[in-house]
């Protein structure tokens, strides 16, 4: 407990300079962009079960408030010896609202997937893959660390549509971008 809490500490102490650097030392968001991390969340909707995943995105900053970019995400969950994949590809729009405080959002293609497990180990796909589409939007904080490199917070929220199915999907999700 006691090296847990000093990590805390030391982690938390050796990011306050890094989140109030000055601004003439940073790098502005203008080119290209990639980020990537974990995401954890709650399909809220139709499989009710928690959800994990991960998030990569590529894109283009064309000022300092205003970055296009691409979201490629995949939650996965299990119920009932089912397994539930949704894989996400979104065309998402991001704007700074205030200094490193942002929202963004969008829409594009969504495919899912149900799979299970035999006794024999071999996995059974239960029916086929099916395209839908996606919407997304989020709202998250960005904490410059180094020149080029933030560790971005975010709270995500996306709807597909699958066949004639909804997944709601309420999510957290840590981004760590790179400006280049």
């Known amino acids: 407990m006691l090296k847990r809490t000093l990590f805390?500490?030391?982690a938390t102490v050796s990011f306050i300079p890094a989140a109030f650097a000055e601004p003439d030392v940073l790098n502005d968001r203008l080119g290209f962009m990639i980020g990537m991390g974990p995401s954890v969340g709650y399909?809220?909707?139709?499989?009710d079960e928690p959800v994990?995943?991960?998030r990569f995105r590529v894109g283009w900053g064309f000022n300092e408030?205003?970055?296009l970019f691409l979201d490629n995400?995949?939650?996965?969950?299990r119920k009932n010896d089912l397994y539930y994949t949704t894989y996400n590809l979104q065309v998402r729009a991001e704007y700074?609202?205030?200094k490193n405080l942002y929202v963004n959002g969008g829409?594009?293609?969504?495919?899912?997937?149900?799979?299970?497990?035999?006794?024999?180990?071999?996995?059974d796909e239960v029916n086929e893959i099916k395209v839908g589409f996606s919407l997304g939007s989020g709202l998250g904080y960005e904490f410059r660390l180094t020149e080029h490199f933030v560790l971005a917070p975010e709270f995500?929220?996306?709807?597909?549509?699958?066949?004639?199915r909804n997944y709601l999907i309420p999510a957290g999700y840590l981004n760590l971008v790179w400006y280049l």
């Open 96 to 98: 700074f609202i205030f």
């Open 73 to 77: 995400n995949i939650f996965a969950t």
């Open 52 to 54: 994990g995943g991960a």
């Open 8 to 10: 805390i500490i030391v």
């Open 107 to 123: 829409g594009g293609l969504s495919v899912g997937n149900m799979t299970q497990n035999s006794d024999t180990g071999v996995t």
């Open 156 to 164: 995500t929220f996306d709807f597909d549509r699958i066949k004639s």
């Open 65 to 67: 408030k205003f970055i």
């Open 43 to 47: 399909e809220a909707k139709d499989i």
